[in-house]
């Protein structure tokens, strides 16, 4: 059936964006790894369907295309690191916690997680190389990152294809990697019928899915201050689209008001007469 647009919108910077509806919209868990908690956890975002998470936009992105050592990493950096456990540990402390030290061979860096998860620490075992992004904070041990994301790999793992990555909006224990996840899927899955709701002209460089997904995936080479400003193309053609779906709204509410005609009412002398009274 064809989407629609909804009142609902999704904010991003000075922008709201126009989330869509139908009744033939794909239910969530048709995604890899929606079970009832996700559902619940993406509901409470305001998301109800497939086509809905696309229209769940950044609210800014990380630099993930270089390995920075750990030996330049700075207090206040966000970077990607990698390195050897060297030892994992729960330190006294008012707050339980699991540390792990890193090391690549240069400098050190301790991982440190408050919220333990069943089968993280089996993730963590000692001589294991892990990759991880996080922000580097003084802490009991030097610089610390706490509850970076990270992954386990083979030494002489290479990078990914370099991109830049997304950070959504979220709520409790939903995950920034489970939510480019799904935003992967959901683009591969919904993403070519969505339907183009603008004429030719206004979307010459970007239709709709090359928007939404230079949004979700920019390459690692765009023009990161025009997206955190809501200023690049792709962002300008949706926020377009949005003020021009509300300029209709507003138009046929003003013409089913104007069509709706008031009730006539006979002269009644005695009415006026009472009145005047």
Not at 114 to 135: I, N
Not at 203 to 217: E, G, N, V
């Amino acid at each position: 059936g064809l989407l629609t647009p909804d009142v609902r919108m999704v904010p991003l910077g000075s922008f709201r964006w126009l989330a869509y509806t139908s009744p033939m919209s794909t239910p969530l868990d048709t995604l890899s790894g929606v079970g009832p908690t996700a559902l619940a956890q993406l509901q409470r975002l305001g998301i109800d369907s497939v086509e809905a998470l696309l229209f769940h936009l950044p609210r800014g992105y990380e630099d993930r295309s270089r390995l920075v050592p750990l030996s330049a990493l700075h207090r206040g950096q966000s970077a990607l690191v990698e390195g050897v456990v060297q030892s994992v540990d729960h330190p006294p402390g008012r707050r339980p916690s699991l540390a792990v030290q890193l090391t690549d061979g240069r400098g050190r860096l301790t991982l440190r997680f408050y919220r333990v998860y069943p089968g993280l620490k089996e993730k963590l075992t000692v001589g294991s190389t892990l990759r991880a992004f996080g922000e580097a904070r003084l802490g009991a041990r030097g610089l610390e990152m706490y509850h970076p994301e990270f992954q386990r790999i083979a030494p002489g793992t290479p990078l990914p294809p370099s991109r830049l990555s997304a950070i959504y909006p979220t709520t409790e224990g939903l995950t920034q990697p489970r939510l480019r996840q799904w935003m992967q899927q959901a683009l591969q899955q919904v993403g070519r019928r969505l339907p183009e709701l603008l004429p030719a002209s206004p979307r010459r460089k970007y239709d709709l899915i090359t928007a939404l997904s230079y949004i979700h995936q920019p390459p690692a080479d765009a023009p990161v201050e025009l997206l955190l400003q809501g200023q690049h193309p792709a962002q300008q053609r949706l926020a377009f689209e949005e003020l021009l779906a509300q300029q209709i709204r507003l138009l046929s509410r003003r013409q089913a008001i104007q069509a709706d005609q008031a009730p006539v009412c006979p002269p009644s002398q005695t009415f006026a007469r009472a009145l005047l009274q």
